[in-house]
């Protein structure tokens, strides 16, 4: 079963405009994390937030944590032809000291047009 | 310095084959993951490695599905007598040590059972 939501299911803008997901989930998390997955290719990590967290930057990419909401929102901004792909929030719970498998949202699909 | 590497890219099975889909994790990366992911859906944790000891099996859907890792490094999923269900892309990741760490995913192998 899938733990995040992502808002919307999917998205088309201009380029240059900026792109904002959203991404809810339902248990306590470790951390959450973002993933970029182009057609026919693997997943590309993002950025990872954890849940001491609120708000972190890593280019052109801003993402918020809210966990008494439980959701987190990625926004790409000055948004290019390129950034055209799916986005995936995924949760971790783990935090003993060793790894877990990540749940995913069934992602947001993201059309930049030219 | 060379990503997680997967094979077959491409498998096409007949109904009740035998499948073995191999992982080859980045070099020294302790952790190893399989998902699946199904058309149009976000990636589902389906087992974990931490070295040669699997220590997460919860995600694996049948006891047709098997995995290993024997020397900590190359792992191979094996669906035995596979069925229609089971069409879907397998996903590897690693990652480096434990603590949620960011997961590093190969670009998958896209099975068909036919």
């Known amino acids: 079963s899938q733990q995040g939501e992502e808002d919307p299911q999917a998205l088309s803008i201009q380029e240059g405009e900026n792109a904002t997901m959203n991404c809810s989930y339902k248990?306590?998390?470790?951390?959450l994390q973002w993933y970029r997955q182009n057609s026919g290719r693997g997943l590309v990590h993002l950025i990872l937030?954890?849940?001491?967290?609120r708000e972190k930057h890593s280019g052109r990419l801003r993402v918020t944590l809210d966990t008494s909401k439980k959701s987190s929102s990625l926004l790409i901004t000055a948004s290019r032809a390129a950034d055209t792909a799916s986005y995936f929030c995924?949760?971790?719970?783990?935090?003993?000291?060793?790894?877990?498998?990540?749940?995913f949202g069934k992602g947001t699909h993201l059309i930049i047009q030219p | 310095g060379a990503g997680v590497s997967q094979s077959p890219r491409y498998k096409v099975a007949k109904r009740g084959q035998d499948v073995a889909l191999r992982c080859d994790p980045i070099?020294?990366?302790?952790?190893l993951f399989w998902y699946q992911q199904a058309l149009g859906q976000g990636p589902e944790f389906l087992t974990y490695?931490?070295?040669?000891?699997?220590?997460?099996k919860s995600g694996l859907p049948s006891d047709r599905f098997f995995a290993e890792r024997p020397e900590g490094s190359v792992s191979t999923l094996k669906i035995q007598r596979t069925q229609q269900e089971d069409s879907a892309v397998y996903l590897c990741?690693?990652?480096?040590?434990?603590?949620?760490?960011?997961?590093?995913f190969g670009p998958g192998t896209r099975l068909l059972v036919l």
């Open positions: 995924a949760t971790s719970m783990y935090s003993g000291g060793g790894a877990d498998g990540l749940t």
């Open positions: 248990t306590s998390i470790n951390n």
């Open positions: 937030i954890r849940s001491n967290e």
């Open positions: 070099s020294g990366h302790v952790s």
């Open positions: 490695f931490q070295n040669e000891a699997q220590l997460d």
């Open positions: 990741a690693s990652s480096s040590s434990g603590l949620s760490q960011t997961q590093y």
